[in-house]
């Protein structure tokens, strides 16, 4: 039973190193060269034969065997202590050298990230000192990647022999993580985002330090624009919402100074050339005209004043007001004028150009209170989308005639600066100016469909600039119009207008001049006073804006009833609020509030005699 045992055990040993060895057989040829295969197979041949001689025991193999089994069962165990170690050496030197090729892979995929970046980049040293730098800081700097190495960082970003003002490097230093610092760097010509991030040991030392620059000019541009156009558009709301309140304003204001300048010119009339209380009527007039161009200078600002546009040279306008603004500016102040020879139209309301530079000559004179020079220049310029867009300025692209307004004053800061065109904003002190002046240039200019701006510092004086389209059109030549004196007649007149005070004096004025009167004080009333007397009535004079019916609608009703009846159409509203009623179209006869005897007389003639 014992050599049984020993029978089995030795065939169980001869099955475990046969499955050892044919697993070591199967090992990867990256782990294991070939020789070493065939030399464990052939000794695995071996081991199994005698192994298996062993067993059988029987005949002259066993017989021949049972010599060399002694050095088998030596050789075996020594052979399989060498194949393990041959292994394992062979595995750590394969593991080796995939670690270092997986190294050099790294290594070079960095190295490609860092010179790809398009952000200049420098790898630094604990003292500022560049170890190494990318393809995008040679190209930024223009030096050489050999002259960059060894260089300090605030040498070659700043040009200076320490460390700049709140230096990202610096601050990183002390509170040990990334710093990242908004710099503009004048070497480079641009404004850089600064990071400093340290690069630690396992054990937490600094060893490098990856100072990386990104340029935010454009974006910083943007953000400029950004915030210009958001500041535009806070300026036109104000002005939107101040000009809504000055045109109800205007409406009630221009009802009851038409209600004065009729009193007072019916006072005037009645008057002797000798008596004594003539003056006080004029004077009450010549008041009642300022109130009105205040009025109009509300409404100017808000650019809802009516314009009558038409081709002028711009030149011509500068020229004729020439005089003027000579007795506004004063003796202490020298006025120069430098025109250009080209001989641009625009379409512009004279009147209205006009009272822009009176507003910024009087502007000029307070800002050199101690005397100095005024220059007025024009020239023809080109306004691209590009120009267009880098300043902000909301007009279309082409030829603009420009005007400059340049005096040596005491200049600005740019707080006020920009806020100049504020309505009621004013650098004067309490009593002396109302904050309208240069609101009311703006609002003309935006009307004209033009831009303008305003440059300035403390000490350098202002310069205005005002930008006008020019336009492709012949000038008519006009004589000098010779107005006639008012006259009256014998013709009936239907007067449709709401405002009690405005409806009596025009009745008291058209009443002593001979017309007939019929009063309607709204537009339905206006339609029933029309159907009631059609054969007698020769003239219609319509409020715009009436309850129940406005002028628009009941014109358009009367119309029906007699095709070729004539209108004057008068309002106290505002450009805008009239044109939503569709009342200004080509060929209406229109007079704006406050509208003055005279005014009156003479457009009734002008129609009624057409």
Known sequence: MYENIIVGLDLIATIAFGVAL????????SIMD???KTFLALCLGIYVFVGLSNILEHGQITDCLDHYEDYVEIFFPLFFLFFIYSVITK?????RKLAEKAARHALKDWEDIFQASGNPTLILDAEHDVISANRATVGATGKSKEALVGMKCYEIMHGTDQPPEGCPMEKMLISGHCETVEMEVEALGSVFLVSCTPMLDDEGNLQKVIHIATDITESKQVEEEKKTLEDQLRQAQKMEAVG???GGIAHDFNNILTAIIGYSNMLQMKMAEDDPLLTDVEQILSSSQKAARLTQSLLAFSRQQIIHPKPVRLNEIVVSVEKLLLRLIGEHIELKTNLTDKNFTIMADSGQIEQVMMNLATNARDAMSEGGMLTISTELVELDKQFI????YDVKPGMYSLICFTDTGEGMDEDTRKRIFEPFF???????GTGLGLAIIYGIVKQHNGFVD???KPGEGTTFKIYLPIIKSAIAETKAEIIPPPRGGTETVLVAEDDEVVRTITKAI????GYKVIEAVDGEDAVIRFKENKDKIDLVILDVIMPKKNGKMAYDDIKKLWPEIKAIFTSGYTKDFVDKKGILEEGINFIPKPISANELLRKMREVLDK
Do not use: M, W
Not at 22 to 29: C, H, K, T
């Open 91 to 95: 595995q750590e030197l394969n593991s």
């Open 426 to 432: 004013t650098t004067k002190e309490l009593g002396r």
């Open 34 to 36: 070939q020789p070493s």
């Open 22 to 29: 044919l697993f070591a057989v199967r090992i990867p040829r």
């Open 244 to 246: 809504r309140l000055a």
């Open 510 to 513: 058209l009443d002593r001049f």
């Open 389 to 392: 867009k880098t300043h902000a």
């Open 454 to 456: 305003v440059y300035s």
